[in-house]
């Protein structure tokens, strides 16, 4: 693989073991935070030899969290913006 000298040293530096240990933990709240971007979590779990059908649930699992916790906020702000202006 052709890579950066940058890219190609943090790829060696990388713990792709400890990642391997937390791998769901780390996808899922990728899914949730989108911090670290799920590209590069992807990436890591995609090296790491992960199921791909595992990774989408975990991150779709993730996803709908944070889409939940989106939805209950904006009611909330909503709520209050009509006590306030109502």
Known sequence: ????GKL???????????FNRMRDAVVFTSGVMSLPPVSATA????????????????????KLVR?????LLGKFA?????KWFA
Not at 11 to 18: C, I
Not at 67 to 71: H, K, Q, T
């Open 1 to 4: 693989v052709n890579l950066s």
């Open 8 to 18: 190609q040293k943090k790829f060696e530096k990388f713990d792709f073991d400890k």
């Open 43 to 62: 990436i890591a779990s995609g090296m790491t030899k992960m199921n791909l059908t595992r990774y989408y649930v975990i991150v779709f699992a993730g």
């Open 67 to 71: 889409f939940y916790a989106v939805i």
């Open 78 to 82: 909503l709520d209050i913006a009509l």
